[in-house]
Nanobody, 124 residues
Framework: QVQLVESGGGLVQAGGSLRLSCAAS????????MGWFRQAPGKEREFVAA????????YYADSVKGRFTISRDNAKNMVYLQMNSLKPDDTAVYYC?????????????????WGQGTQVTVSS
């Protein structure tokens, strides 16, 4: 069983930055990939970024590439999403998720565990 708790969301002006954090339980944190997804009102959940268990591989949705950075600290069981140059279109509930495979995926159904989400609102 893996429990995930996100934090760091809030209200920010366009062009600003936020750093989301996700605390994970479990002794084998380094063995599974982590992802960030988001869901805006009336829209489907979409992939944002993912990182492999070893942190050796990360990848991003085209919409956030160059603005967002995913990272993890396996010693602390934490994963982060640094979000810069935020736009109103980035407004959504952001979720972290755990994929018990080590590589990660952009497909939500491959993730076995999800956090409760944290709201990010970007004002224009």
């Amino acid at each position: 069983q893996v429990q995930l708790v996100e934090s760091g969301g809030g209200l920010v002006q366009a062009g600003g930055s936020l750093r989301l954090s996700c605390a994970a339980s479990g002794r084998t944190f380094r063995s599974y990939a982590m992802g960030w997804f988001r869901q805006a009102p009336g829209k489907e959940r979409e992939f944002v970024a993912a990182i492999s268990g070893s942190a050796g591989v990360s990848y991003y949705a085209d919409s956030v590439k160059g603005r967002f950075t995913i990272s993890r600290d396996n010693a602390k069981n934490m994963v982060y999403l640094q979000m810069n140059s935020l736009k109103p279109d980035d407004t959504a509930v952001y979720y972290c998720a755990a994929d018990l495979g080590a590589v990660g995926s952009s497909v939500p159904s491959t993730y076995e565990y999800w956090g409760q989400g944290t709201q990010v609102t970007v004002s224009s």
